[in-house]
């Protein structure tokens, strides 16, 4: 009897540890396609050829600053229309990519993926009083956005997703 309750107490700690990724939301910004912060362009368009099988449909720039564009991809089972992947001294630093939906299906689009991006991770630290802009910083407890953050926005007729590298960064520095 000693032995079949010391076995379910050990079942029960394995089931718990089991469920503990499951409850917990991530504090690493995950990157889509299975990207990594830092890859070079090779790198990059190898990942996305691998995960998506598909090329960017347009590169530009130079060993400073360059940019690979891919064309209709997806996000949250949402068709993008463009996603932009921005490379700093020849490092993937900014990813940016644009929704632009029907005008009627701007706001449930945004929160939509406002709502998936909440799950996977957890309540933005910065949501306007209208739904228009949010913002997650990563970790969770740090406003300096050590490890990067997310910006969704609404804009004019779509939407932007944009994953930077660090908050203290700014789109003029590409």
């Given amino acids: 009897m000693f032995k079949v309750g010391a076995n379910l107490v050990k079942l029960n700690i394995i089931f718990f540890a089991l469920l503990i990724p499951i409850l917990s939301k991530s504090q690493k910004l995950d990157l889509i396609f299975d990207l990594k912060w830092d890859m070079n362009e090779t ?5 996305i050829e691998k995960v998506r099988r598909v090329l960017p449909s347009k590169k530009t720039g130079d060993t400073f600053i360059s940019t690979l564009h891919y064309d209709n991809q997806y996000f949250d089972n949402h068709k993008s229309v ?3 992947l921005y490379f700093q001294n020849m490092k993937l630093s900014f990813i940016e990519i644009y929704f ?3 005008p009627n299906s701007t706001l449930g689009l945004f929160n939509s993926i406002k709502n998936t991006l909440t799950e996977k991770y957890f309540q933005p630290q910065v949501c306007k009083d209208s739904p228009t802009f949010c913002a997650w910083f990563f970790p969770e407890d740090d406003p300096n ?6 910006n ?3 804009v ?3 939407l932007v997703l944009i994953y930077q590298r660090q908050k203290n960064k700014k789109y003029s520095d590409f």
Avoid at 145 to 150: D, E, P, Q, V
Wanted: aromatic content about 4%; glycine content about 8%; charged content about 10%.
């Fill in 100 to 102: 632009a939906p029907d």
């Fill in 152 to 154: 969704l926005s609404m």
């Fill in 82 to 84: 463009s996603t932009v």
């Fill in 43 to 47: 790198q990059v368009i190898h990942q």
């Fill in 156 to 158: 004019n007729n779509g």
């Fill in 145 to 150: 956005a050590k490890n990067g953050f997310l």
